[in-house]
């Protein structure tokens, strides 16, 4: 009898919403009992009237499918022993079924002091949308009032239980669950289910979080950047600063060099691991301040440099091989995919040696850090493809499946994902692109193979791209990057993909040509010449005019391509293999 009625507490307080969707349920929570060798069937009913429960039994060998009355636990007048018995059973009835209802009254935040209608529509942490919820209160109130407690201050004297396992059949109660109405969360329900330390705050600068968690916890330094209520709990936007030898879990991190934003010039290894959350597929980079030592011969080995360790790229980030960044890359960003649970480790070997770009060699000049000094400021942002919890999170109570919850992916991450296979991501209309440690002065890494991609609005037909800078190795008849093949000795061939001879290897800017911008007169008015039909571009210009117009009705992409073996000069317009400096305009409306 007590697990039935323990059972039947939790049934009550767990059903969905309406009386009539209660019905269905009852059957399947009855029990069995036997007394003097005749087993008959205990089962509930619910009167919709009155919001309440009788219990009835039904003998097993009745044809008729006819039942008895309610059911009494009235003992023999005769045995007082079983009376006491019978009574001690009731009382602890009474109790585990108030406790077990209480209970759930406290963990939905019921307040006994507010004014409750049942019926009343109300929000929830748990259920978003106050559906299921709303359901909940009502049959656990409904469960005190059988025992003669009313709502308010009386419910405040029960004793809180110990936090119950509920126990049902789980395959019955996901049927439940997905007959209900899509959730719908409000602004209310919205806040409460943010997590602290998840939720981004001043368009990504930070994390919404406590005060408290926003400082010096275990080796990751807080220092908050304004105020923040958008989660439970939270009230700090807060900037979570690692330095060398860091580790961390944290949606969004800054790993800086020692002593930022002061220049440096000590010889060591720093680095920062990144732990990859359960439900994230990517991480952004983005370098606030870069600076260090150019490349030399298309390498950063040989000098300062900044290593990404991916174990989704273990054949190079960047290209076969190609992990390492130098130079300056202030403003630049890094797409990475990576596996959720993996790692992520940034590592920066320096020295304090080498010439930093645009710096002065005889020191009369700081540039701008100085002759050898480097530094470094990169925000590392963990963007999610699932909402926290999806893959299979601890539930907030215990036993039961996830039911549905209210979390989701926060719009500065969905805004941030790029599309699949784009090492550099750019979702502004107008803008501007350039190659890697792109100075004007120092050369462009070997061994690089990605993409850049833009994202593509509605309407879109294209781009119009214009090089302020390009240089690319090229065979000797392509350096003026005007044409796309030379012929030599009648033999044809092609500018920036040829490996045969004296050739410098595969080296290109990608992209579907379309027009160098001259116009002509068609049937419909003046349009774009076609006139510029190519896809690989190198040498000292983008095309004919260093401006290029694309046509297209397929992604926006550029592809980056340079070979694995260096160049010699000879290979190289005037003033060396410098890479690209790019204004793009995306193209919208009728073209």
Request: hydrophobic letters at 35%.
């Amino acid at each position: 009898m007590q697990s039935y009625v323990i059972t039947l507490g939790l049934l009550v307080a767990l059903c969905s919403s309406a009386s009539s969707q209660v019905k269905p349920w009852l059957p399947w929570f009855g029990s069995d009992s036997c007394e003097n060798g005749v087993c008959s069937s205990i089962f509930p009913t619910f009167n919709e009237e009155d919001d309440s429960l009788t219990f009835h039994n039904c003998e097993e060998d009745d044809d008729d499918g006819t039942c008895l009355g309610p059911v009494t636990a009235t003992p023999p007048a005769d045995d007082s022993r079983n009376e006491e018995e019978a009574v001690s059973k009731i009382k602890d009835f009474e109790k585990e079924a108030v406790e077990k209802a209480v209970g759930v009254l406290k963990a939905l935040g019921f307040n006994p002091e507010e004014e409750y209608n049942p019926g009343q529509q109300r929000g929830g942490r748990l259920f978003a949308g106050g559906i299921l919820m709303q359901a909940a209160i009502d049959k656990a109130l409904a469960v005190l009032r059988l025992f003669g407690y009313n709502t308010g201050a009386q419910i405040n004297t029960i004793p809180q239980p110990e936090p119950a396992v509920f126990k049902v059949q789980q395959s019955a109660l996901v049927n439940l669950v997905d007959t209900l109405p899509a959730v719908v969360v409000s602004p209310t329900d919205a806040k409460d289910t943010n997590l602290p330390n998840y939720e981004p705050c001043r368009g990504g600068e930070g994390l919404c979080t406590s005060a408290q968690e926003c400082k010096n916890i275990g080796g990751v330094a807080g220092k908050s950047i304004g105020k923040c209520g958008n989660c439970v709990g939270c009230s700090v936007c807060c900037q979570f600063v690692t330095g060398c030898q860091g580790i961390t879990d944290k949606m969004i991190t800054y790993f800086q060099s020692p002593g930022y934003p002061r220049t440096d010039r000590s010889n060591e290894a720093c680095s920062l691991t990144l732990n990859v959350r359960d439900e994230v597929c990517q991480v952004r980079l983005d370098f606030i301040d870069f600076e260090m030592a150019a490349p030399q011969a298309g390498s950063c080995s040989g000098v300062d440099n900044f290593e990404i360790i991916n174990t989704a790229q273990p054949g190079g980030v960047f290209g076969p091989g190609q992990s390492k960044l130098c130079g300056l890359n202030k403003g630049q960003h890094v797409y990475m995919p990576v596996k959720p649970g993996n790692i992520l480790i940034m590592r920066a070997t320096t020295s304090g040696v080498r010439n930093i770009p645009l710096a002065r060699l005889d020191g009369t000049n700081r540039g701008l850090s100085g002759d050898t000094a480097f530094r470094w400021n990169a925000r590392v942002t963990q963007i999610p493809c699932e909402a926290p919890g999806a893959r299979g999170g601890r539930s907030l109570m215990k036993d039961l499946p996830d039911i549905r919850s209210a979390r989701r992916i926060p719009s500065h991450y969905r805004k941030l994902l790029a599309p699949d296979g784009c090492r550099q991501y750019f979702q502004e209309s107008r803008g501007r692109l350039q190659s890697f440690n792109y100075d004007g002065k120092s050369e462009v890494l070997l061994n690089q193979n990605y993409a850049i991609c833009l994202k593509r609005p509605a309407r879109s037909c294209g781009m119009t791209l214009k090089a302020l800078g390009f240089s690319l190795p090229a065979s000797a008849g392509c350096l003026p990057g005007n044409v796309p093949a030379e012929t030599v000795d009648g033999v044809c061939s092609l500018c920036c993909t040829s490996t045969e001879g004296d050739s410098p290897g595969v080296n290109y800017l990608g992209v579907s040509g379309y027009s160098d911008g001259a116009s002509v007169m068609t049937p419909i008015g003046q349009n774009y010449a076609v006139n510029q039909d190519r896809y690989f571009f190198c040498g000292a210009k983008l095309g004919v005019t260093n401006l290029m117009v694309t046509r297209t009705k397929g992604p926006l992409l550029l592809r980056v391509r340079t070979a694995g073996n260096y160049w010699e000069q000879v290979s190289c317009p005037d003033g060396g293999c410098l890479g690209f400096l790019i204004n793009y305009d995306v193209d919208t409306g009728t073209c």
